[in-house]
C-alpha cells in the first residue's frame, strides 16, 4: 500500500472513531472556527502543532513555512495574520520553532544552488545570523549553534510581531508568544514569557 492511500484509510478511521465517540463532533465543526490561537511555526514535519499541544480541530489557525519566518513583505503569512487578528479575533499569537530546524540549519551554512526558492525564504535568517555573529561563533558546536539560532530567531519574530501594523492597529491586541519545541523530550518552552509556562505536574512535585 503507498503511503498516500495510507493517509486516506487513517483518515477515515479517525472520523468514524470520532463520530462513533461524539455524533455531533462534525455538525459543529462544520457550523464555523472561533479558534483563540494563531500558531506560526516550522512547516517540519515532526513538530505539528495539534499534535503537540494536543489541540483539537477548531482550537488553533495554523499556518507554518520553513524556519516560522514573519516578514511584513510576505503576503502569505500576512495575509494569515490579519485574517486571524481582524477577522477571528485571535487571543494570542504563537511563534513556535523548534530545535534542530532544518532552515536555521541552512541559514548557517553555505547557500545551496539547488535550493533558490529556499535560500530567498532564509535571506532574513541570514542576516539575524550575521548580527549575533560574535555570539554564535563563541559557540563551538555546531548543532548547538543551531538550536541557538532557534531560539534568537524565534525572538525576533516575536518582536516582528509585535511591532507590525497588523497587529497594532487590532482593537484587541493579541499577545504574542515565542515558544521553542525540543524535540529530544517532546517539551514545549517559552522564551519570551516565563509565565506561560505550566506548573510542574504532581507527580514531578512529588518526586523533588
Not at 484509510?9 to 479558534?35: I, K, Y
Not at 507554518?64 to 481582524?86: K, W
Amino acid at each position: 500500500m503507498n503511503h498516500a492511500k495510507r493517509l486516506l484509510l487513517a483518515n477515515r478511521a479517525w472520523s468514524q472513531e470520532v463520530t462513533a465517540r461524539d455524533p455531533g463532533f462534525f455538525e459543529r465543526l462544520a457550523q464555523g472556527q472561533q479558534p483563540r490561537v494563531l500558531w506560526i511555526g516550522c512547516s517540519d514535519s515532526r513538530v505539528p502543532a495539534e499534535r503537540i499541544t494536543n489541540a483539537q480541530p477548531g482550537e488553533l489557525f495554523v499556518h507554518r513555512n520553513i524556519a516560522n519566518l514573519y516578514t511584513s513583505d510576505d503576503g502569505n503569512t500576512s495575509s494569515v495574520v490579519e485574517y486571524a487578528v481582524h477577522a477571528l479575533g485571535v487571543q494570542h499569537i504563537v511563534i513556535c520553532g523548534h530545535h534542530h530546524c532544518g532552515g536555521v540549519r541552512a541559514a548557517l551554512s553555505a547557500p545551496s544552488g539547488a535550493l533558490p526558492a529556499v535560500n530567498r525564504r532564509i535571506a532574513g535568517l541570514r542576516q539575524l545570523a550575521h548580527r549575533h555573529g560574535d555570539t554564535l561563533s563563541a559557540i563551538g558546536d555546531f548543532d548547538a549553534r543551531v538550536d541557538r539560532l532557534v531560539e534568537l530567531n524565534v525572538i525576533e519574530q516575536v518582536r516582528l510581531l509585535r511591532e507590525s501594523p497588523i497587529v497594532r492597529s487590532a482593537a484587541l491586541k493579541p499577545m504574542v508568544h515565542g515558544w521553542v519545541f525540543g524535540l529530544r523530550e517532546g517539551l514545549l518552552t517559552s522564551l519570551t514569557d516565563p509565565e506561560d509556562m505550566p506548573d510542574p505536574a504532581p507527580a514531578a512535585i512529588a518526586e523533588a
